[in-house]
Every structure is written in C-alpha cells, then in structure tokens.
C-alpha cells in the first residue's frame, strides 16, 4: 500500500488527504486513525511531504512525494524518471484535484489501466499534445479531458479536429465543470461518433450510472465498462 501511495502522488502532481484515505482506505473509517497515522508516518519519515496553500479561501494541505520516495519507485522502475516536485507554482490546483478524483472513480469502478497527463508527457513526447488521461478499455483507448476553464470556440473546434483525425482513440470523454457549457459545446461543429460529454458532477455522483451524451446519442458509462 506504501508504493501504490507513492506511485500515484508520484504519477498525479500531489493529492489532499481526503483522496489518499479514500482510494488506499476505502473501508476504513478516517476516525479510526489508522489511515491518518500511516500516511503520518511516510511524511515523519521523509517519503512524502506536504504543501499549505490556499484556494478559494481555503486552506489546503497538499501531499506531494519527496526525492527519497521517489528513489524506492526507482528500484522498482515504477518512477517515470521524474524527479521531486519543489513549488507547486501556478500549478492548476482544482482542475488537477479533479482529475485525482476522475482517477479515483475509475479505480472503484476496476478500472486500473489508466494514464494521467504526468505520465502521458513524459512517455509521449512525440505527441506534442496530451490528453488529461488515457484510459485504455478492451482493447480499446478512451481519452479523457477535463473543462475546469472556459476557453474559446476556436480552441475547442481545433482539439475536436485533431482528435477526429487521431485514430489511436475509440472515444473522447469531456468532462465538464458547468451544464451551461455541455449546451454550448453541443452546439459545435462536433465529430458525433467519436465525442461524448458528461458533467463532472453527474460522474462523481452517478459514478458507472452516468450518462455520456452528445447531440445525436447517449449511453451508460455502465455499458463500456
């Protein structure tokens, strides 16, 4: 359980606390303090650390893996060659807690074979651009973006070209932060057999229930799966 924390805070930027129970503990009840005392203990000891910042008037606490986890990823070549994050900088906080919490979805749902943008950059850097997520699905990869921000019409008509043009991806999930904006986006010039949109919301909470819709058909996530 220690490597696998170490693996995904390595794989995904840093976590909260709350994700790490949540994925590593599922079962267990946080008050219990065992989940609280072990991810205590990797910090105590040096494998992982943690940042204070603030978003939206909140004070968060950001786990992050140190250069001495990373060396126990590296004997087991699970590192990626990364090396320590030191400043979190201007670093998408939300969007990236986000796109944790997408991951962690997908991992209750059984679904492990899935590639963050950390990885995704760093092992194709021939792609020159990077989906948010890979998940790859019998025989078959999904990508995955997450709209945390509000971007142009002409950005949008340029990635649902690319990926309409890009044949390593049976389908591309959009997953967005406001309803008003899957209204909008629909009404886009968009390749109808290849993109699906679903609300962020709607997918944490409906979880394999979800709907994945665009103008012309919807399914169940269930039904991928």
């Known amino acids: 359980r220690d490597i696998e924390i170490l693996r995904y805070l390595n794989e995904q930027y840093f976590m909260v606390s709350g994700q790490i129970y949540a994925t590593f503990w599922p079962e267990s009840s946080v008050r219990s303090g065992t989940a609280r005392q072990r991810l205590s203990k990797l910090v105590e000891t040096g494998y992982v650390k943690i940042i204070d910042t603030v978003k939206d008037h909140k004070k968060l606490k950001l786990f992050l893996i140190t250069e001495k986890g990373i060396g126990v990823l590296k004997e087991k070549k699970l590192d990626h060659g990364f090396s320590e994050i030191l400043d979190i900088g201007s670093m998408p906080i939300e969007h990236t807690i986000k796109l944790v919490n997408v991951r962690i979805l997908f991992r209750k749902l059984n679904q492990y074979r899935f590639r963050c943008e950390r ?14 997520s890979i998940l790859e699905l019998h025989g078959f990869k999904i990508a995955m973006e997450l709209e945390n921000t509000f971007r142009s019409k002409e950005r ?5 070209k690319r990926y309409e043009l890009e044949k390593e991806f049976g389908l591309v999930i959009f997953i967005v932060s ?4 899957i209204g909008w986006l629909l009404d886009l010039d968009v390749p109808q057999d290849k993109m699906s949109f679903v609300l962020y ?5 409906k979880k394999e229930e979800a ?5 012309t058909s919807k399914i169940a996530l269930k039904s991928l799966l």
Do not use: C
């Open 156 to 160: 949008y008509l340029e990635r649902f």
């Open 119 to 132: 990885v995704i950059r760093q092992e194709d850097v021939e792609r020159g651009w990077y989906p948010d």
């Open 178 to 181: 406001w309803p008003r904006v």
């Open 201 to 205: 919301d709607d997918l944490i909470q």
């Open 211 to 215: 709907e994945l819709h665009n103008k």
